[in-house]
């Protein structure tokens, strides 16, 4: 069973502003730290750390202020999943993909949609999880009177089995249209599945789920007035919106790889005994190491920063997005997500240089940073989004919008 030390949030000071918020994430890390190396060995379902996650508040971070949210916007909340990912990747990645799908209804509703679903999620804590892997294909949606029936199987839906509600994602039946609906993620018909048995991320609960005939009002179909989808440009922004959630969890993972080694290497890691150095910090080699993969992760932390304050300007004029500012943004976004994928897996590898073969022992867990790396990096391949940027500055081309990487 999955346990995090208990805290008493209510006795700490509520935060106000982006910074404060930042500290809460790092305060809720500390205590995902304790224990990581353990919980991801027993690669329990998360239930003490959504829980968590709720009562310090992060999950109503970009939630309305008047219905109890807090009222953050989209940079924010990267670097909170960077600060929570720095203890445990697999809760940064529940945490960034509850963000997501919490926007969901944002990114494609119609505003009276958006403002319900962002008011009651905002006043329940509501935690999102997500059966929309377009991938799949399987997933059909039929029309029943008022309603409409999804029925089919999705192989990933991150965090459904310890969410509240569910965005579901299906194409109506002989035709080539998506529609995303919420549902409570206990309705009839919704089994998830506990088949996620990978490396890495082990506690993102994102196994398969079935749908079998889960029944939904039309008025719940994302954007669609009067049964027919009312398109904006703001739609597309799907893809790079969710790829700086990647970006936010690869480089708070790799933030967190560093942390945990500099630790070992200052109390455990031994000196070479041919150095001639009395502790392992004075070991030229190890200086430059940590010296180079520290400003290598700074630059990409950087670089990624800038690209989200970029995104914040969209999101704050949805109605202004043009396929011109959507393109250019995309290709910024394939940029720094290439790099963190290198930085990322670079830095939990490399981090077994400077720590020495005692610290590969399954008790001290220093491989999950790199098996959590690893396991996410395969997503999508980074060489399609390294061609999005030389397309760009060869020949102006831009990324053509998709539901998917």
Request: proline share 4%; no cysteine.
């Amino acid at each position: 069973m999955s346990t995090v030390t208990p805290v008493d949030w209510q006795t700490r000071p509520a935060p106000q502003s982006a910074e404060d918020w930042i500290t809460r994430a790092g305060e809720v890390a500390t205590v995902l730290a304790t224990d990581a190396a353990a919980r991801d060995h027993a690669g329990a379902t998360p239930y003490a750390e959504v829980q968590l996650l709720k009562d310090s508040g992060l999950v109503t971070l970009l939630g309305p202020t008047e219905h109890g949210g807090a009222g953050q916007e989209w940079p924010t909340a990267y670097r909170v999943v960077r600060e929570v990912s720095k203890a445990d990747g697999s809760i940064g990645q529940l945490l960034g993909y509850h963000y997501l799908w919490n926007w969901a209804a944002r990114l494609v509703g119609t505003r009276e949609q958006w403002e319900h679903v962002e008011a009651e999620a905002a006043r329940n804590r509501w935690f999102f999880g997500g059966a929309v892997n377009p991938r799949d294909a399987d997933v059909v949606v039929t029309e029943d009177g008022d309603d409409l029936v999804f029925t089919g199987r999705k192989s990933f839906s991150t965090g459904s089995k310890v969410s509240d509600v569910t965005v579901l994602e299906g194409v109506f039946e002989g035709t080539d249209q998506h529609v995303f609906a919420i549902v409570p993620s206990d309705s009839d018909g919704l089994t998830f599945h506990d088949d996620w048995d990978n490396i890495g991320q082990r506690l993102t609960e994102s196994g398969g789920v079935t749908l079998d005939g889960v029944r939904t009002p039309w008025a719940s179909a994302a954007g669609y007035v009067d049964k027919k989808f009312q398109p904006r440009i703001y739609n597309t922004l799907n893809v790079p919106t969710i790829q700086l959630v990647f970006v936010s969890f690869y480089l708070g993972i790799a933030g967190g790889a560093l942390q945990t080694a500099a630790t070992y290497t200052r109390e455990k890691t031994r000196p070479w005994l041919h150095g001639g150095h009395e502790h392992a910090v004075d070991e030229p080699y190890v200086i430059d190491i940590y010296g180079d993969l520290t400003a290598k992760l700074w630059a990409v932390e950087a670089l990624a920063d800038a690209v989200a304050a970029e995104g914040q300007r969209l999101h704050e004029e949805p109605d202004a997005v043009t396929e011109q500012s959507r393109g250019e943004f995309e290709v910024r976004v394939a940029a720094v997500k290439a790099r963190a994928t290198d930085v990322a897996l670079e830095v939990s590898s490399r981090i077994f240089e400077v720590t020495g073969a005692r610290s590969t022992a399954s008790s001290e867990g220093l491989d999950r940073f790199w098996r959590n790396v690893r396991t996410h990096t395969l997503h999508d391949p980074v060489a399609y989004k390294r061609r999005e940027v030389g397309r760009w500055v060869l020949g102006g081309d831009l990324p053509e919008p998709t539901w998917y990487s």
